[in-house]
């Protein structure tokens, strides 16, 4: 009988264990799907006036302040921003405004000092701010969207686009200064790469009077690239030639060039080569084991896959990034009509693909080519620029046609990629020592003396 009433409790524990189990996979899909729900929902409200996220309640180092929607016409009313001081954030002293485009979303619910590790990395030593940019969550615009869920792009365009980011960044310089949390002056210094460095050059265009230094590190310029007829981003064949060729070839074949190109883009952000030519290789027809496991390990990955990344940049919260895009190559892709492999940009394949619904717009004449022209010689402070020579997103020659633009600047050159991974504990004491001494100061010439700096035109 004990054995019969063991079997029993046996059988339903494993009853009870199945559906124990059930439970918890109905319950994660639930969620799951809660969660997918939401990040494709289309937002209805913005944060109130004097409201704060709970999140992030307003203390020392958390701010929040009212910015017009529109600088240009103030009727339409304000919305609530945010601006974080970092955790040895001091009062009138020198300060670095940190800067992201919005295709560089860093800056959300930071609510403590771990979350601040990824910046220390970079500017530890230094007071900075981080800004809460406008059309990057939780700062999204309601506006922005038609009743039925659709973007409008050309509300997207002026209220997401990058002259109102810069004139926030004023109003949050303003802010600050009245809160006494600037120098007597009220002037800043500017930090920022890629996306964030054009930001750079555009706020210094507009209010560069207020700014006395700034580093731009693996950046560049639409306009400088126009004025010497070539891409903004670099051509894949001046970093990988190989590559070039075979992709070029895959391109005649018709293959899903837009996928191969996002992968191969941004496993060159790192400086792969090998890696790139082995999965070009995957592709040309030639079986190899190891070229296949290339391949398919990179597809695998998320941030490599490009329909994926394609479905989640489909979300309404995501559509700030198809915006700055837009803003600084949908002018070139008007043109972009590669007819060799010297003239491929792997970056605007899959971005023309992704920007399919802007290109639509501006082609039915809804939204205009946007356009930016700086004049750069008129900024009177320090200037540092840093490029890279494995950087595939940013030529050097961009790097050289920056420094050579600003009156008072230095161009300093790293054996490096886009991600700037080598020599972290060396760059961050060449933008403390930048920041606080100054471009001809002894310090920094010291780092131009050291051999991990390769521009040697420069270290006179």
């Known amino acids: 009988m004990q054995v019969v009433i063991g079997r029993l409790q046996k059988k339903n524990l494993a009853k009870i ?3 124990l189990l059930l439970a918890v996979v109905i319950g994660c899909g639930a969620y799951g799907w809660n969660e997918y729900e939401e990040f494709f ?28 929607l529109d600088h240009r ?8 921003a945010f601006y974080l001081l970092s955790p040895g954030f001091l009062a009138g002293e020198d300060v670095v405004f940190w800067l992201f485009d919005n295709q560089q979303e860093r800056v959300g619910m930071i609510n403590n000092s771990r979350d601040f590790e990824y910046f220390e990395e970079i500017l530890e030593g230094l ?15 309601p506006e922005v969207f038609n009743e039925d869920g659709s973007a409008n792009y050309s509300l997207a365009l002026r209220l997401y686009g990058s002259e109102e980011q810069v004139d926030d960044i004023e109003a949050v310089r303003r802010d600050m200064q009245k809160k006494g949390l600037l120098p007597e002056d009220g002037k800043i210094m500017l930090y920022g790469g890629s996306g964030g460095g054009v930001l750079i050059q555009q706020y210094l265009d507009k209010y560069g009077e207020h700014v006395s230094r700034d580093i731009i590190e693996c950046s560049g310029g639409p306009d400088l690239a126009y004025a010497h007829n070539t891409t903004f981003m670099k051509r894949i064949y001046l970093s990988n030639e190989s590559l070039a060729k075979s992709y070029f070839s895959l391109m005649q074949n018709g293959d899903d060039s837009a996928s191969l190109a996002f992968m191969l883009y941004k496993i060159g952000m790192s400086g792969n080569t090998d890696l790139q030519n082995q999965i070009a290789n995957s592709k040309r ?40 895009s837009y803003e600084l190559i949908g002018d070139d892709l008007e043109d972009y009509h590669p007819a060799s492999a010297q003239e491929v940009c792997l970056g605007y394949e899959w971005i023309e693909v992704l920007l399919a ?41 961009m790097g050289q046609w920056l420094y050579q633009s600003y009156p008072h600047a230095r161009l300093a050159l790293f054996n490096d990629t ?31 003396n050291d051999p991990r700096q390769l521009n040697a035109a420069e270290k006179a």
């Open 17 to 19: 264990g199945v559906m």
């Open 41 to 68: 929902e289309v937002p209805t409200t913005r944060l109130a006036a004097g409201s704060f996220y709970p999140e992030m309640p307003s203390d020392s180092h958390h701010h929040y302040l009212q910015i017009p």
């Open 73 to 80: 016409n103030p009727s339409l009313g304000n919305f609530t």
């Open 127 to 141: 007071s900075y701010v981080l800004m809460g940019n406008r059309g990057v969550t939780p700062t999204l615009f």
């Open 285 to 324: 027809g030639t079986f190899s084991l190891e070229s296949q496991s290339a391949y398919l390990r990179s597809w695998l990955s998320p941030s490599c896959n490009f329909p994926l990344v394609r479905r989640m940049l489909d979300a309404p919260r995501e559509l700030e990034v198809k915006v700055r």
């Open 357 to 397: 619904d802007f290109l639509k717009a501006r082609e039915d004449s809804e939204i205009p080519i946007t356009k930016i022209h700086l004049n750069r010689s008129r900024y009177q402070g320090e200037v540092m620029i840093w490029s890279g020579t494995a950087d595939q997103v940013f030529s050097e020659q």
């Open 418 to 448: 886009h991600e700037r991974g080598r020599y972290p504990d060396y760059r961050r004491e060449f933008r403390r020592d930048f920041f606080v001494h100054g471009l001809n100061s002894p310090e920094v010439q010291a780092h131009f």
